[in-house]
């Protein structure tokens, strides 16, 4: 998918449609943890992976910067550290001034007011004052694979972020999720509809029949019925 297009497709969805498009197609759910979140309320962001292990140095980061394009989302793993902060307001600029969408922090940040200022969106597990007071020795896949929580992932994968945290797809299989993501979306949508119009969610879904159908057969779940009804509740 081209990132303009990404973009465009996003903005009228959000990490839980996408999310739920996952669990539909199978493929495994790959969430940030949920400490992770925007420095700015309301951020979004969504674009391919330009992923860099931090070893101490934003030398590392300049080089991301390199070999990155237009659009690209810079995720960085500083390995979920809470003692120091890898990234500030020089990065945050600098990775604006190459034309990246924004950058997620496996790790802290620091320059809050500044980034802020920026408007760059920025997710990270939170702030502190102080910088790196180490410098390691650097991998040899730095710049090839970061890992964010459970999840490590690469320039094959994309990264969306909102309000509800970070979520990352294979790029390959993007626009399948994403023609997922709008149905579920849709019917979604038809339902908040007919709730406000006072047909109940549990009318919709049929969901006496499903009480009815799971005493005759226990092992039925109500995601296999609303798979039948076509319902879109949980996925």
């Known amino acids: 998918m081209e990132r303009q297009e990404l973009r465009r497709r996003f903005a009228a969805l ?3 449609h996408l999310a739920d498009a996952c669990i539909r197609a199978q493929i495994p759910v790959r969430c940030a943890p949920a400490r992770l979140h925007a420095v700015v ?6 674009g391919y992976v330009v992923p860099a292990q931090h070893v101490g140095s934003v030398d590392v980061f300049l080089e991301a ?26 990065v945050v600029l600098e990775a604006q001034a190459a034309g990246l969408e924004g950058i997620v922090i496996w790790g ?7 980034i802020r200022a920026i408007g760059l969106p ?11 007071l180490r410098l390691d020795a650097r991998p040899r896949d730095a710049l090839e694979s970061a890992t964010v929580g459970d999840s490590t992932v690469g320039r094959e ?24 993501a709008e149905t579920i979306r849709d019917t979604e949508r038809r339902q908040a509809e007919r709730i406000r119009a006072g047909v109940s969610l549990r009318s919709q879904v049929q969901f006496d029949t499903y009480l009815v159908q799971r ?8 995601r296999d019925h609303l798979r039948a009804v076509g319902g879109a509740v949980e996925e």
């Not at 920025?122 to 790196?132: D, E, I, K, M, N």
């Not at 994968?157 to 997922?180: I, K, Q, S």
């Open 14 to 16: 959000n990490t839980a």
């Open 41 to 46: 309320p309301g951020s979004r962001l969504a």
């Open 65 to 90: 910067f390199e070999g990155s394009a237009p659009g690209d989302v810079l995720v960085v793993d500083n390995g979920g550290r809470l003692d120091e902060a890898c990234v500030g307001d020089l």
């Open 108 to 114: 802290l940040h620091r320059d809050t007011a500044d």
């Open 122 to 132: 920025v997710f990270s597990l939170g702030a502190v004052p102080t910088g790196p």
């Open 157 to 180: 994968d994309l990264v969306l972020g909102d309000d509800d945290g970070v979520l990352f797809v294979p790029a390959a299989r993007a626009e399948d999720l994403f023609t997922l």
């Open 215 to 222: 005493g005759q057969r226990p092992s039925l779940s109500f």
